[in-house]
Structure formats: structure tokens, C-alpha cells
């Protein structure tokens, strides 16, 4: 299961992510490189965690479609495994942004559907949701991110080979923190989730691959 677990690597430079990385070796399949780290460090640090670990790219690009299309295959140049977009950019961009990726077949391209951390009522949020999955569905995506309370309709709409990606994960009575919609590990296997997204359970953790080993233990308990 713990391929299927990704750490947020939120921290603000090279050392601090390589120390994390370190810390949670071989306890975590996946790293996720964001805004955060890849404004200050860059293509050379994305490069150097591809060595460990399966690196998921997360820009969630949001422009026209001819730049979007460009900045995928600049993320498929660097060799990421997995990328993302924001779906609010709409069917001609994704579309864009699903040309561009068939160049490059060793990576996924997925679209944010409704952020976790989104205020919009429960209802409404599922409804936006669903809509954008099929959207990205139809435009060619691989899959999408979204919190564990749509994923499992959003497989059944789109199939279930159309991955899901969800962030907004807390255990243990952790603090959600600006997060909306959370759920616990064994809850997001339990409802189709392919890939959970940690970051500061993990990464504030005082011992990081104890808590990854802890969200992978529950993740085994709901298979
Ligand atoms: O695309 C994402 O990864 C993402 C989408 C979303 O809807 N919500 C969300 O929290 N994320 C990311 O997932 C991580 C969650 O971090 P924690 O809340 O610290 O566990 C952050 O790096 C967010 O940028």
C-alpha cells in the first residue's frame, strides 16, 4: 500500500526536502513536489526525488490552453510521473493539456476537480465534482483529485480505471486545518481512492515514517 501513498514535501528548500525524503524513505512510494517547493527550488530538485521515489508534479496549471499544453511538455521533459491541472480551465484546456501529455505515456495527467479545502457546500461540491471528472474523462485525462467523499461516485461515472487522487487526509483526531473535506486513510481505500495525498500529518509528525507507516497499516486494514 505504500505505493500508493504519496507526502506532500510542502517545506521551503532543498535540504528540508531531502531531509523528508530521507526521514520517510522507503514508507512512502510517491513525493509531491508543489507550489511551495518548485517556486524555490526548481526542475534540478524535482530531478534528484525522481531517483527514490515516484514524483507527482502538482502546478495545477490554470491558463489558456496553448500555455498549459506548453507547461505539460516542460513537466514531461523533466520525467514526472504525474502532473496536474485545475479543471476550472475548462474542456478546450484540458484537452490542450491531454494532447500535449500523449507524449509522454510514462506520465499521468490529472485535473483537480473541487479543492479539498473549497467551502462550497457538501452538495454542491460533489455536483461540481462529478461534472468536471466526466469532463476530464472526455477530454483524455488518466484521472483527477478530489476529495474522498466523491471518489468513489466519480469511479463509478468514469470507470475504474480512471484514477483517483485525494489530498484532505487526517487520522487519529489531527487537526484539519484549512481543509474542508477530510477523511481518514482506511475510509479512502474504502471508497476507491488510488492515491492519498499527506502532507502535514506526516511532515510535522515527530517521527514521518512512523506516521506514514501508521496511514499505510490503516489504508491495509480497509482492502
Ligand atoms: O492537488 C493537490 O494535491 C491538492 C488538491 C486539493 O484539492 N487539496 C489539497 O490539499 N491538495 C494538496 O495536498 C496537500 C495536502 O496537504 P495537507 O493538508 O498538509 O495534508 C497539499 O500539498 C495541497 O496542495
Not at 514531461?76 to 491541472?85: S, W
Not at 469532463?135 to 483524455?140: I, Q, T, V
Not at 466519480?154 to 477530510?182: E, S
Request: glycine share 8%.
Amino acid at each position: 500500500m505504500q505505493d500508493r501513498l504519496m507526502v506532500a514535501l510542502d517545506v521551503d528548500c532543498r535540504d528540508k526536502a531531502l531531509l523528508m525524503r530521507d526521514a520517510v524513505g522507503e514508507s512512502v512510494g510517491w513525493l509531491k513536489v508543489g507550489l511551495r517547493l518548485f517556486v524555490a527550488e526548481g526542475p534540478a530538485l524535482v530531478r534528484d526525488l525522481k531517483l527514490t521515489h515516484k514524483l507527482f508534479l502538482d502546478l495545477k496549471f490554470h491558463d489558456i490552453p496553448n500555455t498549459v499544453a506548453q507547461a505539460i511538455e516542460s513537466a514531461g521533459g523533466l520525467g514526472v510521473d504525474m502532473v496536474n491541472v485545475h479543471a476550472g480551465g475548462g474542456e478546450e484546456m484540458l484537452a490542450a493539456a491531454a494532447g500535449a501529455a500523449k507524449a509522454f505515456p510514462g506520465m499521468k495527467l490529472i485535473a483537480v476537480t473541487v479543492l479539498t479545502s473549497d467551502p462550497m457546500p457538501k452538495e454542491e461540491a460533489r455536483e461540481v465534482a462529478l461534472q468536471r471528472a466526466k469532463m476530464a474523462l472526455d477530454a483524455g485525462l488518466d484521472g483527477v483529485v478530489c476529495s474522498v467523499h466523491e471518489a468513489a461516485e466519480i469511479k463509478a461515472l468514469c470507470g475504474q480505471n480512471f484514477i483517483t487522487v485525494t489530498p484532505g487526509i487526517r487520522w487519529g483526531g489531527q487537526d484539519a486545518q484549512d481543509q474542508k473535506r477530510v477523511a481518514d486513510p482506511a475510509s479512502a481505500i474504502a471508497n476507491g481512492s488510488d492515491y492519498l495525498v499527506v502532507g502535514r500529518p506526516i511532515l510535522h509528525a515527530p517521527d514521518p515514517a512512523q506516521a506514514a507507516r501508521e496511514a499505510v497499516a490503516m489504508m491495509e486494514s480497509a482492502a
